[in-house]
């Protein structure tokens, strides 16, 4: 019992799960930022999710700023 209740993955805890998001999103617009044509090029498929990632983080920085800043006071104060 004691090994199933810290073995919980982000896709089971949903503060865990929003961390992982909003870190794809703002990794994927840094990287964007950098260097373009590496998610240009895979605008669709698989690897289209990144480039949407990227696209969320272009046009919802502020938006994508204050969840983060709201997410790291709640990881580092609240838990």
């Not at 895979?42 to 700023?65: D, M, N, Q, Y």
């Amino acid at each position: 019992m004691y090994l199933l209740r810290y073995s919980k993955s982000a896709i089971f805890n949903f503060q865990s799960l929003l961390t992982v998001i909003l870190l794809l999103i703002c990794t994927c617009a840094y990287i964007r930022a950098l260097t373009p044509s590496l998610l240009d090029k895979h605008k669709t498929g698989l690897l289209g999710i990144f480039w949407k990632c990227a696209r969320i983080g272009e046009r919802k920085s502020p938006w994508v700023a204050c969840c983060c800043v709201i997410m790291a006071f709640s990881i580092l104060f609240l838990q």
